[in-house]
């Protein structure tokens, strides 16, 4: 969001404010909230933060955490060679590890989501058939796309997924990619 010359905050595209809205104007609730995703006593206090304000309830997890290299786009087109480890990092910090730090966080509140458990929460349980982690990913983890450090974080991703899926479905949770494209957000 950005302000104009009067002081009204500007609601642009992309942005966490928009999503929250567009949540909230469907029946749910959605909660804007800027979280450095490469600290995780950030996501940490995030989840935390969720559990107070909704009563323990959390829904649906999507994981679209990515931070471009110091050098931006243009280093994504380099040779693994030519950018080293340090951009490996970066792909794989924000991206496939902050997928997995979210997912550990969320579960104990999807878990009382879930249909195995006994909890007021899930009793009350009105929308969805069971709870969901969503995680952004591309087909980048299928064939070439960018650079090396890209494509296996996007097929980390994938496989995150799938043996997610396989430790959560005991407890009716759902865990799917989501290969959208270039998604538009306040940072694209």
Not at 4 to 30: C, F, K, Q, S, W
Not at 70 to 84: I, N, R
């Amino acid at each position: 969001s950005k302000n104009d010359n009067h002081g009204t905050v500007i609601m642009e595209p992309g942005t966490v404010e928009e999503t929250a809205r567009e949540i909230a104007a469907l029946g749910g609730t959605g909660v804007a909230v800027i979280c450095d995703h490469s600290d995780d006593d950030q996501v940490r206090a995030l989840f935390h933060r969720i559990a107070a304000e909704q009563d323990g309830r959390l829904d649906i997890l999507i994981n679209n955490a990515f931070r471009l290299p110091p050098g931006g786009v243009d280093v994504l087109y380099q040779k693994f060679w030519e950018q080293g480890p340090d951009v490996w990092d970066t792909l794989h910090t924000v991206g496939l590890r902050s997928h997995f730090v979210a997912s550990c966080y969320a579960m104990p509140l999807l878990l009382k989501q879930s249909s195995t458990s006994t909890s007021r929460q899930q009793q009350q349980r009105q929308y969805l058939p069971r709870p969901l982690i969503g995680m952004v990913s591309s087909f980048g983890g299928l064939c070439y796309t960018f650079n090396t450090a890209y494509g296996v974080g996007k097929a980390g991703v994938d496989r995150l997924v799938k043996d997610m899926a396989v430790e959560t479905r005991e407890h009716d949770i759902a865990v799917v990619s989501f290969w959208p494209g270039v998604v538009n957000t306040e940072r694209t």
